[in-house]
Nanobody
Framework: QVHLVESGGGLVQPGGSLRLSCAAS????????MGWYRQAPGKQRELVAV??????TNTADSVKGRFTISRDNARTVYLQMNSLKPEDTAVYYC??????????????WGQGTQVTVSS
């Protein structure tokens, strides 16, 4: 079984910073891409940032210049969040497109970590 475990969420004041981490574990052949999504109450889940196995990154316009996605190995991804705004408040989900032996590729999701930006 593939597991994605997120950490780093919490309560922060506007203008503050948080760093989210996500680690994938299990029987994995490779991970083509890892990324972060978020979902605010009453809204659809949206892409925040993604990084491919080749190192290509994409970041949503709403967070560009403030958030940075990175990885330090094939199974770990980070989201550095700076200059946080109240509208960044959401549950943040780690996502990975994972290739597993005998099963092929599939999207996997973490359980989410709450980020709250409030004075």
């Amino acid at each position: 079984q593939v597991h994605l475990v997120e950490s780093g969420g919490g309560l922060v004041q506007p203008g503050g910073s948080l760093r989210l981490s996500c680690a994938a574990s299990g029987t994995i052949h490779s991970i083509n891409a890892m990324g972060w999504y978020r979902q605010a109450p009453g809204k659809q889940r949206e892409l925040v940032a993604v990084v491919t196995s080749g190192g290509t990154t994409n970041t949503a316009d709403s967070v560009k210049g403030r958030f940075t996605i990175s990885r330090d190995n094939a199974r770990t991804v980070y989201l550095q969040m700076n200059s946080l705004k109240p509208e960044d408040t959401a549950v943040y989900y780690c996502n990975a497109f994972v290739i597993v032996p005998f099963r092929g590729g599939n999207d996997y999701w973490g359980q989410g970590t709450q980020v709250t930006v409030s004075s």
